[in-house]
C-alpha cells in the first residue's frame, strides 16, 4: 500500500502541471457512480457500513471539517499518505474517478461518512468540479413547546442547526407547537402548520367535511360514525332515535358526546338517552358532537385499545400525503365489557386516552415495545398476524380511510391558506404532523375517531419515585415512534434537496423539483449513517384510486376565483351573483332575483350555526351547499353525485371559454375508476342520519335507517 501511495502521490504532483493535463477533463466522480465492476470493492463497502452503524450517534461526530480551508485538506490528505500503515487503512479507503483521464484517486473514510478529497490538487488547473460542503440547515425551535426534546433530538441527528431563541434572520424552517401564527410576518422558509388544521379538525368541523362527502360518496366514507352536531340538530337527534327505538324495541344503542374544542378526552361522556345530553351549562350552550359508540370493537388481552398514527401532509398544491410505517397503540386499563347503564361511567373501560389512562391504578408503563398499556402499532399487527389476520388488508383499509379523511378537508384547507398567504404575496410553504386517531372493530374495519392537529410528541412521562413525589422519565415505546417521525418529516422538507415549491392556489401548479447535489459525499456519509424513511408516501402513490373523489376541492377552486378581494374567506353578494352570470346559471326560470335571494336564505343560515364568524358572507360550506341546490335544480332528473359533476363540467367549461386558467381536472377521466360512481343509478342514501339542512324539514319525520343496530350485530 505505501507504494500505491507514493504513486498516488506522484500523479497528483503531475496533475499540478497545466502544461502535461491541458484539455484533460478531471471532473471527480464518487465511486458510487461507477458500474459494480469499477465501485468499491467489497470489503471497502463493508468497512462503510460498519462505520455507519458504529457512528449513528450524531451528537459525537466532529465539526470541525466546517471551519478547515481547502488548503488544510489538501495537507491533512497528504499527512493521510505519509502516515498510512499497509492494510491497516485498506477497509476505511474510498475510491474516486477523474472522468477523462482513467485515474483512480483514493482516500480517507471521516467519521461520518463523508471522504478527504484532494480537492486542491484537482482543482481549478485541472478543469475539475469541487463540491463544497452544504450549507446547515437552520430550524426556529423557539415556539416548538411539547415537542422540543424529540425535535432537538432530531436536529441532532441531522447535524442541523437549532435557534431555540429563535433568529434575526431568517431560518430555514419554523417548528411550531400550536398553530400556523405563533410566529407573526414570516415571509420565507417552511412552517410546520397549515393555516386553519385547528380550526378543520375541531369535532363539528371535521364532522361538517366528512358529512359532505358522504353526500356524495356513502359507501367510501362509511368509516367515520354517525354524528349529529348540537346544539343545532339536538331536535333531529331526539326525533331519530326515538323513532328507531319505536320501531326496534330491543335496540339499546350508545352514543358518546365529545366537546368540540376538548383534547386529551376532557369532557367526553357515554349516554343512551338524548335526555341524558348535558348541552346545556346555565345559560350557556355547549357546542359538541354526539356520535354513535362502537360497541364491538377489537379486544387484545380482553382490553379495549386504539391506534395513533402520524400523517404527513407534505403540501396542498399540489397534495402530498405520507403516513409513518410506526405507531402507538394505546390500551384500556380496565376489561372491556359492552356499555349498559351500570357502566356507563366507567372511562378506563370505554375510551382509550393515555391522558385518562395513565391515572389508573392499572397502567402499566414499559420498556418493552409488546407490553404495556403502550405498545407499537407492529407489535400489535405481529400478534394478529400470528392468528392468521391477514395485516397487508388492514393496512390497505388504515391507508385508504387516511387519504379520504385528508381530502375531505383539503378544499377548506385551501380557502385558509389563500387567506393567510394570498396569491403574489410573500411567504412561507406549510407542512404539517397530524395524528389520526383510528380504532379496529372485532371485524377489523378501522372506524376514524377523530383527528388531532398537533399530536403530542412527548418521549418522557410521569413516574413516582417517592409518595408525592414525580419526575419525567424516558419512554422508550414514544421515543422510537416519535424521534422518528419528526426527524423525517425534517429529511423530507430539507430546503437543500428540495426546490422550493410557488403554487399558485387559484393557478396551474408548478413542478416541484428535487434538487440533490452531485458528488455531495457529505450528504451521502450522513443519509448512510440515518435508518431508512419511516414515512410512506400514499399521495399522489395512489392518486389514480382516489381522485374520484376530488369533487369538493374542485368546487372550492371555483368558489376561490370569485372572492374578490385577497384575505377574504367569505363570499359577497357581487361575488356570488357573478359567479351566477359567468357560469351562464341564470335563466327566465332563476332568475337574479332568485339568486340574491338563495344568496340570503343559506348564508343566514349558516352564520347563525358558526355564531362565531368575524366576517360576514358567504363561507365555502355554505357556498358548497348552495352548489348542490343549482345542480339538483338544473339536472332534477341524475342521481346527487352525477347533478354535482354535470354541474362542475358546465361550470368549468363556462369558465374556460371566458379566458380562465383552469387547473388541470383528472377527475373528469378518472371518475370511472370508482366501480360504483359514474354508473351508480339510485340515489345516494346518507350515512349519517342527519340529513343536509335544505332536507331537515322533508325527512325530519322519516324512520331512519336502522344502522345502529347493525353496529351492534357485527
Known sequence: MSEHYEKVKVQLEQMKSPAEDTGAEAEVAPAAALPASASVPASARSARRESSRTSIQPRNRSKS???????????????DSDKSKGSSRVGSDQMLQIKGTGKILQGKAETNGSREEDKAAVGKEGGSKVVQKR??????????????????????????KEFPMGRRSACDIYWHGVSFHDTENIVSGQVNKFPGMIEMLRKINLSRAVRTMQELFPEEYNFYPRSWILPEEYQLFSTQIRLLKDNDSTLKPTFIVKPDSGSQGDGIYLIRDPADLRVFSGSQVKQAVVQEYIQKPLLI???????????????????????????LSRFCTEPYQEPCQKNLNHVFMHLTNYSLNVH??????????????????????????????????????????????????????????????????????????LGFDILLMKNLKPVLLEVNANPSMRIEHEQEVSPGVFEYVPSLVD????????????????????????????????????????????????VESLPSLCLKQVFPKYMKQF????????????????????????????????????????????????????????????TGMVPDSREAGMGLQAFVEAFFYLAARRFKALPLREQVLSLLELCESALEGQGHVEKSRPQKQLSSLNPASAHSTAPPTLSSPA????????????????????????
Open 135 to 160: 450549507r446547515a440547515v437552520t430550524v426556529d425551535t423557539s415556539k416548538a413547546k411539547t415537542s422540543l426534546e424529540a425535535l432537538k433530538l432530531s436536529i441532532k441527528q441531522l447535524k442541523w
Open 479 to 526: 421515543e422510537e415512534v416519535k424521534v422518528g417521525v419528526i426527524r423525517d418529516t425534517l429529511r423530507l422538507m430539507d430546503p437543500v434537496q428540495r426546490k422550493p415549491h410557488i403554487s399558485n392556489l387559484l393557478g396551474e401548479a408548478s413542478e416541484e423539483a428535487i434538487v440533490v447535489e452531485a458528488g455531495s459525499d457529505e450528504k451521502a456519509g450522513l
Open 691 to 714: 340529513p343536509t339542512r335544505r332536507h331537515q324539514d322533508d325527512q325530519a319525520d322519516q324512520t331512519p335507517r336502522p344502522s345502529v343496530k347493525a353496529n351492534v350485530e357485527c
Open 65 to 79: 471539517r466546517s471551519k478547515a480551508s481547502s488548503r488544510d485538506r489538501n495537507a491533512n490528505v497528504k499527512q
Open 547 to 606: 381522485n374520484y373523489l376530488r369533487i369538493v376541492e374542485r368546487i372550492a377552486d371555483i368558489f376561490l376565483r370569485f372572492l374578490g378581494v385577497k384575505g377574504t374567506m367569505k363570499l359577497g353578494p357581487t361575488g356570488f351573483r357573478t359567479f351566477i352570470r359567468n357560469c351562464k346559471l341564470s335563466n327566465s326560470s332563476f332568475t337574479m332575483a332568485s339568486v340574491d335571494i338563495l344568496y340570503i336564505d343559506i348564508t343566514r343560515r349558516w
Open 301 to 327: 388481552d380482553k382490553l379495549k385499545f386504539d391506534i395513533r398514527l402520524y400523517v404527513l401532509v407534505r403540501s396542498l398544491e399540489p397534495l402530498e400525503i405520507y403516513i409513518a410505517k410506526e405507531g
Open 360 to 433: 389508573s391504578g392499572n397502567f402499566v408503563h414499559s420498556d418493552s415495545c409488546n407490553t404495556g398499556s403502550k405498545r407499537t402499532f407492529s407489535s400489535v399487527l405481529y400478534r394478529l398476524a400470528s392468528k392468521g389476520v391477514d395485516i397487508k388488508k388492514v393496512w390497505s383499509d388504515i391507508i385508504a380511510l387516511v387519504i379520504k379523511t385528508v381530502i375531505a378537508l383539503v378544499p377548506e384547507l385551501k380557502v385558509f391558506y389563500q387567506a393567510d398567504i394570498p396569491p403574489g404575496k410573500p411567504g412561507p410553504t406549510c407542512f404539517q404532523i
